[in-house]
């Protein structure tokens, strides 16, 4: 009796060990095959993609529509801003100016002399003054466009002046004498005094020197009206070159 129970008993212990044996087995199994939550995304997934990719392209549509009505408003108000303006017969100089670029160059033949006028966009100074009848130079408010006159010698020496056209008047800031391949240092150092501290007789003589090649008040009259239609034709080639890009 007692060995027989001995052998009950170890072979009780024994199921009891490999029944817990596979129970850890199977629950190593069972963990090991799993599926595993990153390798099945959730189902939700593909309708936020969608989802993203309808607003995105609700977004463009949106802009495109708004894009082409601003443009069909510029071309349907028959604008002759939005048309390159004819120079009259009695302007002086010969005009280049470029789609896209923001400067118009003025050029011409004096006297052995090549003049070149490099005209900048437009700057309104009214809408910042609005209460003030003069600005700080005298001047009076309202457009006015920079500009930079260089008069070139056959030797390659040249003036250079900075100037701001006004409505029926020009103000020089600044003169420099350079040569040709002048370094930007070497201009500064030749730029002289300050144009207001010139004697007044000095100062006169050189408006008139530039009056006769052709830099006047009838000139940047013209400029001026020039210069407002290209800020809109350049405003409308813009709309177009955007809405190009929104398209591809």
């Not at 009891?16 to 390798?39: D, H, Y």
């Not at 250079?160 to 002048?182: K, T």
Request: net charge negative.
């Amino acid at each position: 009796m007692g060995f027989a129970w001995c052998v009950r008993r170890s072979a009780s212990r024994l199921a009891s060990t490999c029944s817990g044996r596979m129970g850890r087995v199977r629950s190593i199994s069972t963990v090991v095959s799993r599926p595993s939550l990153a390798r099945n995304p959730s189902p939700f997934r593909p309708f936020a993609l969608y989802s993203t990719a309808i607003d995105r392209m609700s977004s463009e549509q949106s802009l495109l529509r708004v894009i082409d009505s601003e443009i069909n408003s510029a071309l349907q108000t028959n604008d002759p801003d939005l048309e390159e303006e004819t120079a009259p017969g009695s302007f002086p100089f010969k005009i280049e100016d470029n789609p896209g670029h923001q400067t118009v160059t003025l050029t011409r033949e004096y006297k052995g002399e090549h003049i070149k006028v490099v005209v900048s966009m437009p700057s309104l100074d009214g809408d910042e003054n609005d209460d003030e009848e003069d600005d700080d130079d005298g001047h009076s408010n309202g457009s006015s466009i920079p500009l930079v006159v260089t008069v070139t010698k056959k030797s390659g020496l040249s003036l250079e002046f900075s100037c701001m056209a006004f409505p029926d008047e020009i103000a020089i800031d600044a003169l420099s004498v350079s040569n040709q391949g002048s370094t930007l240092e070497d201009k500064l150092a030749n730029e002289g005094p300050d144009f207001e501290c010139l004697d007044e007789n000095l100062k006169k003589t050189f408006y008139k020197y530039l009056e006769i090649r052709g830099v006047k008040a009838s000139t940047t009259n013209f400029l001026h009206q020039y210069m407002m239609g290209k800020v809109k034709r350049e405003y409308l080639l813009w709309l177009k070159n955007v809405k190009k890009f929104m398209e591809e």
